[in-house]
């Protein structure tokens, strides 16, 4: 599946590149996705708005960038990157319920389960899960690769399951008005954000041809590093942001007594813990050269945002 070249990757930016990424897979997840003019059309508008709502696109970007670093063609990557953030986006519709997280904003629109039902919520989550497993299921490309369809399926599993984003989720509500150490805080984070980050990379590992066993540990190291940084960014950001551009209420997590870096560590050693991450991740990359800019870039832009 190798064919894209080095020189032709990098004739434009990668701003322009994720511009055109991002387009590619809103196509691909607007495709995917169920008609709204069909019933059960409530669900099927349910999965449309949990999905096609002004989201960041970032780990079908990491899935990309990943591609770029191994030179893997595009066309090969979509499906799976798709797989990932229909995933992401169940995730978030369980996260906001009730139940859960409790928030009634998401995106800087309504959540699901306020926009529509709870019930309707929990099954256009569901629902999206499914979509996510049948799109690596049955794509002729990885179909028709070696085991690739059953190794994808196998690694989605265990991203969303009790060893990723549920059980992360579960450890997270278990240590609501605790003060686990820092390393039981980052084991946390790396099952419920981490996993689904960890995936991108693996994903695309898994369409590339194969690498070195030295390449292989460097990028699942940086991978690992950079999924941490991700979360203890996004306490960062309840503290320090506004409602308004990060999409989601702030102040929640303080107001929910969670375990987070900030609450637990306070804000400066926070952010000095995610340079220190953001630092030696990309000097992981290094020995990839120059078709790992775009990892090098998302990496930063994933420290550096501020929504």
Do not use: W
């Not at 060893?163 to 150490?181: F, I, R, V, W």
Request: charged content about 25%.
């Amino acid at each position: 599946m190798q064919g894209a070249t080095e020189e032709n990757i990098f004739m434009e930016s990668f701003d322009e590149r994720m511009e055109s990424y991002i387009d590619e897979i809103d196509n691909y997840l607007e495709e995917m996705l169920p008609k709204k003019t069909i019933p059960p059309v409530k669900l099927h508008e349910a999965m449309h708005y949990a999905v096609m709502n002004n989201g960041k696109r970032i780990r079908p970007l990491l899935v990309y960038a990943s591609g770029e670093a191994l030179q893997i063609d595009r066309e090969h990557l979509t499906p799976a990157a798709a797989a990932i953030e229909l995933l992401h986006c169940f995730s978030l519709v369980h996260d906001d319920l009730p139940s859960m997280d409790d928030d009634s904003l998401r995106r800087g629109q309504p959540s699901v389960h306020i926009a529509f039902s709870e019930a309707t919520a929990i099954l256009a989550a569901d629902a999206l899960q499914s979509l996510a497993f049948h799109i690596v299921a049955v794509d002729p490309i990885y179909r028709n690769q070696n085991n690739l369809s059953a190794n994808l399926i196998a690694l989605l599993a265990e991203a969303s399951g009790t060893n990723g984003m549920s059980g992360g989720q579960a450890l997270d509500l278990a240590a609501e008005g605790k003060t686990p150490d820092q390393s039981q805080l980052e084991h946390i984070y790396r099952l419920k954000t981490g996993k689904l980050i960890r995936a991108c990379m693996i994903s695309a590992v898994c369409v590339a041809p194969p690498i070195s066993l030295e390449k292989n540990q460097l990028l699942e190291r940086f991978i690992d590093l950079i999924g941490l940084a991700f979360q203890i960014k996004d306490d960062i950001l309840d503290v320090e942001g506004q409602t308004k551009d990060i999409g989601k209420p702030a102040g929640s997590d303080e107001k929910k007594n969670k375990a987070t870096y900030p609450s637990l560590f306070g804000l400066e050693a926070s952010k000095q813990r995610i340079n220190e991450l953001l630092t030696t991740g990309l000097e992981l990359l290094e020995p990839f050269g120059k078709p790992a800019d775009g990892l090098k870039h998302l990496a930063m832009m994933i420290v550096q945002r501020e929504m």
